[in-house]
């Protein structure tokens, strides 16, 4: 056995990092090569949307490594994806200089409005891209240290690990709502202009940026599958599926479940880092606790604990969140809440989980057999 | 100001010297009221003097519509009239016998018109007869007025006044007055004297004119040469100071009990449903939505008895939210017992589709609910101290409700049953429980107390689809705080954490200290994660 088994054995992974490759060939081209008037052509609408869907699977596949293998039901890691997102909007407010309205060189334009004399001293080293992005994956991380250090100590599992997750990503989003935090409040951080010199605006960035996710997707995925995959990822399945048990046999239950948490998060972070500069802000309403519960949707409508089912549910949940909000409105609140009881009652391994009773009625034994 | 004040003591003096008016009462009739239309302004002013001789009650209202231009005369009959403008013209009133006359056109009426001498005159007859008003609150008013602006002239009208004063909290705020203006005299006996009366008042103006008596001036000497008074006044600022903070802290801890009192009608359910049955119920914001806008609907249905409608809005909301809650549970939630992380995801899913079906049905506006006149207004305990009577009976409701759920599960036969269910299932239903019905009931009772918090909300905040989404995180918190499956727990965990929030507040402003809040309670649960009261004994594992 050599050491890329993890992936040769993952049949699913296999299909889903060759639609995953071959997006991300065929969307730059479509949209930079085909001329604007063929019908093959991809706004940049298109782009940045599918850009976003890429965002949200990162995001997704993190929730599904902590929930799917661990079974620890974050409800708070849309609070990793929006620091990650501020971090990366800092960086881009910096880069703005002295475009703003105000025209104030140092200050950003909230800042200057609110009356502040000099930045903050957390603002410092923002305008730097390698500092930013250190961030990006350290600010996340460090918060799900500190929170599992406290939380998987003290034995603190289940739902009451749920409730507190809520209660953290709820707390960040009141102290983020004010003025006085300096991340511009209400607003959140907007109308950045470009990213290392590139017009963010441009097609040729969008596209870049895409590509980005998408690869950020790929190793994410590559990532987490050599993780479930290792010794390492067997002692957190056995966490998942007995705890108690783990720990008599002498893991240590609380560091493994500390690591893949951190882990987690910083992969949420960079998920984050990369949506901002796509859709051109970053406000508290992503800290909010709706968001974050949306996130277990996505992963539970994909099926758990397969790491390619979130990925899939995040493409589906948001693809018809986009096409609910704009066609139907009223009713896209029904189905998600319809989805949720759904999943919950009929179909507790997603939509992986019913391909896959579909390929075993249709007689794909082999599949049968591996699953018991 | 001023002449106003000399009018008034003028008229004191002349009429303490002339013979009491009762002797000779005239009656308040048309024809005392008649020469008001007269255009002679001195027949005018002996008229407003008669007038206000005769002591009737309806002099008030009309020298006061008079002065306010409200007071006409009726060109048909030359009947006088009080009238208040509308959207068609005028609706009238009759001055003497306040009979509605209905609505009349502007130029059916005869303005009657004052000028600057005759207008000093009626506002001097009118602080005087308020002064000796048979209303004790009028009386009240017209001395806590005067105490704003103290002369010589209105202390001497109060002295007068205070001799035939019988009721006690007017006496007093006369008696301030009159030491406030004895203040400024010149006998330091006299002075201390006054002091020694200034300290027991709570009033700001008071306080400021005591402080004033300690303040230097530029060149460092105190603007108040004698020693022993400002001594004396410095006590009597730190006793008022003192019991200013007393009553400060008084106000906060109400404040916070009636905070906690809404944590606790809102964490109640909750703490039946997932303390006692081990459901998480993420819908049991919206449960109390449903109440709120039980108590809406109930409103629309019978607009003419508002006040009566909290009475029938508590039970109906209790029905209304425990049966969705009955349906939730029969619906969804048994197929999932044992399954919390399961549960909680299909019950957010609910909590969105009721949201939703009140957005579609009621608009995604906030609706008004109106309050009582009973709930309306405060208990004013003193000038610095008052209890509004709407947090005043939301604590007293939240108490009842607890007392309530507290009996009826340590009393009763269904109660025997749920805890009998909660503690052991298996053993229940071997003894003859019939634990799904109970199941039900048990998320209706709770489901059905998160419908009469809905209805204690709707009186203080907003109604709109988004109320639920506000409370659930607290009460959650309240529930965790208190230790699951303890209704005590909850309810000083409630409690413990309005007061703790409003302590807060001053400090911090409400955001942060919610904030604060919140991450004391993440990390208390770090400490003990099964709360202040953890359960005991076996039921621990289950």
Known sequence: MNSLAFIRSDRGGHIFLGLLAAVTLVVPVLSLMVPETSALHLSSYTVTLVGKYLCFALLALALDLVWGYCGILSLGHGAFFALGGYAMGMYLMRQIGDRGVYGNPELPDFMVFLNWKELPWYWFGFDHFWFAMVMVVVVPGLLAFAFGWFAFRSRVTGVYLSIITQALTFALMLAFFRNEMGFGGNNGLTDFKDILGFNLQSDATRATIFVLSALALGLGYIACRYIVSSKLGRVVTAIRDAESRTRFIGYQVDNYKLWIFTFSAMLAGIAGALYVPQVGIINPGEFSPLNSIELVVWVAVGGRATLYGAVLGAFTVNYAKTYFTAALPDVWLFALGALFVIVTMFLPRGLIGLLERIKVRRGAPQLAERKS | ?542
């Open chain 2, 1 to 542: 100001m001023r002449y106003i004040w000399t009018a008034l003591f003028l008229l004191f003096i002349g009429s303490a010297g002339a013979d009491e008016p009762s002797a000779t009462n005239p009656a308040l009739d048309a024809a005392a009221l008649a020469p008001l239309a007269s255009d002679d302004f001195d027949e005018k002013g002996r008229a407003i003097d008669a007038i206000a001789a005769t002591g009737d009650a309806h002099v008030l209202p009309i020298l006061r519509s008079l002065l306010d231009g409200q007071l006409f005369q009726r060109k048909d009959d030359d009947r006088f009239v009080i009238a208040a403008e509308s959207d068609a013209g005028y609706d009238i009133t009759d001055a003497l016998t306040s009979e509605n006359l209905g609505s009349v056109g502007k130029r059916d009426l005869r303005k009657l018109g004052l000028n600057n001498s005759l207008r000093s005159q009626l506002e001097t007859v009118l602080a005087r007869l308020s002064l000796t008003s048979p209303d004790t609150s009028i009386r009240l008013a017209a001395v806590n007025n005067m105490l704003k602006n103290p002369t010589e002239d209105t202390t001497a009208a109060i002295r007068a006044a205070l001799a035939n004063e019988k009721d006690s909290a007017v006496a007093d705020a006369m008696r301030t007055v009159i030491a406030m203006s004895d203040l400024g005299g010149g006998d330091p006996v006299v002075r201390l004297a006054a002091i020694d009366i200034l300290r027991d008042s709570l009033s700001p103006d008071v306080k400021n004119r005591l402080s004033a008596l300690l303040e230097k001036t530029s060149d460092g000497t105190f603007t108040e040469p004698d020693e022993n008074i400002r001594g004396a006044a410095e006590r009597a600022v730190a006793h008022i100071e003192s019991k200013v903070s007393l009553y400060g802290f008084a106000e906060n801890v109400f404040f916070g009990l009636s905070l906690g009192s809404v944590l606790l009608l809102s964490a109640i359910g909750l703490a039946i449903t997932f303390g006692v049955m081990g459901v998480i119920n993420m819908a049991h914001g919206e449960l109390m939505m449903l109440g709120a806008y039980t108590t809406y609907v109930i409103q629309l249905l019978m607009p003419n008895h508002i006040d009566a409608s909290l009475f029938v809005a508590v039970p109906a909301a209790f029905l209304v939210a425990g049966l969705v809650g009955i349906a939730i549970e029969r619906g969804v939630i048994r197929y999932l017992y044992g399954r919390p992380l399961e549960t909680l995801l299909a019950t957010f899913g609910i909590s969105l589709i009721l949201q939703q079906a009140v957005r579609s049905i009621f608009s995604p506006l906030n609706r008004s609910v109106s309050t009582p006149e009973w709930m309306s207004g405060s208990w004013q305990i003193n000038e610095i101290f008052s209890l509004t009577y709407n947090r005043l009976y939301i604590v007293l409701f939240a108490l009842i409700v607890f007392v309530g759920l507290l009996l009826l599960l340590k009393k009763t036969r269904l109660g025997l049953q749920v805890r009998a269910v909660s503690q052991n299932r298996s053993m229940a239903r071997t003894m003859g429980v019939r634990s799904n019905w109970v199941d039900a009931l048990t998320f209706g009772l709770g489901s059905g107390i998160a419908g009469v918090a809905g209805v204690a909300l709707s009186q203080l905040t907003n109604v709109g689809p988004n109320l639920g989404q506000s409370y659930i995180i607290d009460s959650f918190m309240v529930v965790v705080f208190g230790g699951v499956g303890n209704l005590w727990g909850t309810f000083v965990g409630a409690m413990s954490l309005g007061v703790v929030n409003k302590f807060l507040e001053p400090f911090s402003g409400a955001v942060l200290a919610k904030i604060l809040v919140l991450v004391f309670l993440i990390l208390f649960i770090q400490k003990r994660p099964r709360g202040l009261f953890p359960q005991k004994g076996r039921a621990v594992e289950g």
